[in-house]
């Protein structure tokens, strides 16, 4: 990952956090409407119902080891320890993001189920074969080598493990590649979000395939997840979120005022929001 992305995402995500929290909770990821986007909830609960029903479109019954990579402030991590009385493991780029995951891990009785570190989910610390379950919920998109961050996650997942990843894609381009226009949308949302690029679903599935994943499955689950972006906008010009915005620094302002780049990216088809799972073949578990 190079020096100068990396550095853009931490501080991002060091000024922003914090904010998030305090105005949105624990979960940074968008939420679950139903699968055609109009049932109508709290956006806490929304982001609640996305982990479930990721869980139950990948048929995750039980999991004993978890690897939570792009972990915030330990949302999902916390969440998946104490339903399935697992251990977690975060890892993020943010220092800020993982000393604030470790005090809600303290503050929920999880640290000793969990450990949260700052670390490249293109040069993982861990042993080959260390997870049943390696999760990746809206961090694929701030990756710049795709098929790196790919390769890493099968390197740690164990045989019979399942790789759950959870993504910001384009439309597809094998009927009409981007346009001038859509490439143009992009970029701006690159620029605000530090997103290197994102891909297609398509082109997961094929680096999944090529790596040896099995059982591959893959879902787009763009229209249940759209009306997330509205919820935002409109928490986000509260007088408590402005006040916030003011003491986050710049980086989290533009963030906030191009919340309509996400929003009209789903409208016109050129955002999409991927799935995709498949297990590491050579052994048999019943944990996942």
């Not at 853009?8 to 979960?27: C, V």
């Not at 143009?184 to 690029?197: F, N, S, W």
Request: proline share 3%; hydrophobic share 40%; net charge negative.
């Amino acid at each position: 990952m190079s020096a100068t992305l990396y550095k853009q995402i931490q501080e991002f995500y060091d000024a922003s956090s914090g904010l998030w929290e305090e105005i949105w909770g624990e979960h940074m990821h968008h939420g679950y409407y139903g699968a055609d986007g109009t049932e109508k909830k709290n956006r806490r609960q929304a982001q609640i119902d996305l982990i479930e029903e990721i869980l139950n479109w990948a048929d995750v019954q039980e999991t004993e080891n978890i690897l939570d990579v792009g972990c915030g402030i330990g949302g999902s991590s916390l969440y998946l320890a104490a339903k399935f009385h697992a251990k977690a493991t975060g890892i993020t780029l943010s220092p800020v993001q993982a000393a604030r995951a470790k005090e809600r891990a303290s503050e929920f009785n999880l640290s000793t189920q969990t450990n949260f570190l700052v670390a490249n989910a293109l040069e993982m610390p861990f042993a080959d074969n260390s997870f049943d379950l390696v999760w990746s919920l809206e961090s694929g998109e701030h990756m710049p080598d795709k098929t790196k961050f790919m390769q890493e996650c099968y390197r740690v997942l164990k045989p019979g493990g399942k790789l759950i990843m959870v993504t910001w894609c384009h439309r597809p381009t094998d009927e009409s590649p981007l346009t001038t226009d859509e490439q143009q949308h992009l970029a701006k949302i690159y620029q605000v979000y530090c997103l290197p690029y994102v891909i297609s679903l398509p082109e997961y599935e094929a680096i999944a395939s090529h790596l040896g994943l099995q059982n591959v499955r893959t879902a787009d689950w763009s229209e249940a997840v759209a009306p997330f972006w509205n919820v935002v906008i409109d928490s986000a010009f509260t007088p408590k979120a402005i006040f916030g915005l003011l003491r986050s620094g710049w980086s989290t302002i533009v963030g906030a005022l191009s919340l309509g780049l996400m929003q009209r990216g789903y409208d016109r088809g050129l955002i999409r929001f991927g799935l995709l799972c498949g297990e590491k073949g050579g052994g048999v578990m019943g944990s996942v």
